[in-house]
């Protein structure tokens, strides 16, 4: 994947994306507004949802380990992934123990960051998304470009031609003569989708939250596709990342009102799956969680980067943002699209790569997203301290010319004075456009007009 700019270049010039994500996103965040406008004490919820997950990250390390002892006193298994690599490995041997070849998987953000499809591919075992849009994204061959709706980017003829295309090479073709309509769309996938589950003898899941008091995981969907998933096969792994983990059943129902009304603007998701550990003659009989790091213990050291670890998935943030509106998923080079994997991504990857280094600069820095999360992550603040963490990694010689230069004048009362000045009487001859590595700034706004004064000279003019 190039840089933000470059990828966002690309997606911008694609009228059929943008007109497509501006429909979606307009009518996600219209929705939402409304969900949320019918609860008082909304703030209230939010500032809630905020001190329980701070609470919990200042004292991870005590409850996973509640977590893991609950889990396992009630029949499941436990293991620790360090990262993407031991997480597949642990997946992949439990499948192969079971002698399985196949896996069918609930929606999940944590097995698309690690690449768990991929790995699972490499070893001979097939996995197959339930969810809907995500098997859209599959059949297609192509990237998640939402936390919420990783189909955003297609609309109903698109998808239409996929399944037409595709679905017969993963099993139960499209029925003939299918139209655009939703209701056949949905149908063509049920049917398809409904052999796998009735087949499978393994599971892959996320969770949406653990909590530690009791061992239990929760994961909330809305067609019912993960319920089949978390029920039928006889073997269920779950892989999740630390941060999903809440002190208490009271915790959970704080965020229960806060995920929904944020993310598809319901009351309560249509289908809200708990479970803990194993039950004879009930669900799955063996239970194993991966709980999964990669890179969450180096956000959770940083103090101001941390309150991305907060996050829990609504989506709220990309729906309201104008730059993911007219750039999509795919320009962020990562599963985690938007504002919150614009700090997200940075902080479990470093900042590097090319990608993970413009991705705190794909920002307005309107503060939008910061007003619809329901966990009050400031994303801006987030966002500003990680590009002072790239640009303390360097950057291009003109800029950092530039950044020297300023710091000199500001640390220089009696050089500022006089650039000020130099610069006030030379205003006619000012270029409209940066040269060089500013003229990109340039591009999309005008360069400000310096005052026929500095402020110090009519201040001091006028006070005396």
Known sequence: MPAFPAAAARAVADDQLRANLRHATHTIRDKRARAVAELADWAELREAGKAIKDHTLRHLDRYLVQLEEAVTAAGGTVHWAADAEQANRIVADLVRATGETEVVKVKSMATQEIGLNEALAAEGITAYETDLAELIVQLGDDRPSHILVPAIHRNRAEIREVFADRMGAWGRPAPEGLTDSPAELAEAARLHLREKFLRARVAVSGANFMVAETGTLVVVESE?????????????????????????????????????????????????????????????????????????????????????????????????????????????????????????????????????????????????????????????????????????????????????????????????????????????????????????WTDSRDLPKVPAEPFRDWWRRNRT
């Open 224 to 440: 019912g596709n993960g319920r089949m998933c978390l029920t039928l096969p006889r073997t269920l792994i779950s892989v999740v990342g630390i941060e999903k983990v809440v002190p208490t059943w009271r915790d959970l129902e704080v965020f229960l009102q806060l995920l929904p009304r944020s993310s598809t603007a319901e009351r309560m998701n249509p289908y809200t799956s708990l479970w803990t550990g194993t039950t004879e003659g009930d669900g799955p009989a063996d239970f194993h969680l991966v709980l999964l790091d990669n890179g969450r213990t180096t956000a959770l050291a940083d103090q101001v980067g941390r309150q991305a670890l907060r996050c829990i998935r609504c989506s709220a943030c990309l729906n309201v943002c104008p730059v993911y509106e007219r750039a999509g998923g795919h320009a962020y080079g990562s599963v985690y699209p938007g504002p919150i994997g614009a700090i997200l991504t940075p902080q479990l990857r470093g900042t590097a790569g090319p990608v993970d280094a413009s991705l705190p600069y794909a920002s307005s820095l309107c503060g939008a997203c910061y007003e619809v999360c329901p966990v009050a992550i400031d994303i801006p603040e987030v966002l500003v301290h990680l590009r002072e963490r790239v640009a303390e990694q360097g950057g291009h010689p003109v800029e950092r010319a530039a950044i020297a230069a300023a710091g000199y004048l500001l640390d220089h009362p009696a050089a500022l004075a006089a650039a000020e000045r130099l610069a006030g009487r030379t205003r006619a001859l000012h270029p409209r456009r940066l040269p060089g590595p500013g003229r990109a």
